[in-house]
């Protein structure tokens, strides 16, 4: 069974800066994009970007520049380096990832439980 799990979110004074971190753990056989995506209350849920397999990157335009995302093929994880942060950043943010499972070869979507991260001083 693939799982995504999140880690790194939390309470930070605007400007701060916070990294995400999410694993993938299961029986895979391979990743190709991973992304983060983000919900607020009340909104719906919006992408903050996304890396393929060989490291190309996009990102929506309101998170350039104050966010990076990275990943490590070989510890299979992907990270989200969020600076600058504003309040209008706090949502739920939520991992994805396109894997190929080992054992049927099928590519799903999967998606993490979340990890809030509030912008408040």
């Known amino acids: 069974q693939v799982q995504l799990v999140e880690s790194g979110g939390g309470l930070v004074q605007p400007g701060g800066s916070l990294r995400l971190s999410c694993a993938a753990s299961?029986?895979?056989?391979?990743?190709?994009?991973m992304g983060w995506y983000r919900q607020a209350p009340g909104k719906q849920r919006e992408l903050v970007a996304s890396?393929?397999?060989?490291?190309?990157?996009n990102y929506a335009d309101s998170m350039k520049g104050r966010f990076t995302i990275s990943r490590d093929n070989a510890k299979k994880t992907v990270y989200l380096q969020m600076n600058s942060l504003k309040p209008e950043d706090t949502a739920v943010y939520y991992c994805?990832?396109?894997?190929?499972?080992?054992?049927?070869?099928?590519?799903?979507?999967?998606w993490g439980q979340g990890t809030q991260v509030t912008v408040s001083s």
């Open positions: 994805n990832a396109d894997i190929r499972d080992l054992l049927r070869l099928t590519r799903d979507n999967y």
């Open positions: 890396i393929s397999n060989i490291g190309s990157t």
């Open positions: 299961g029986s895979i056989f391979s990743i190709s994009t």
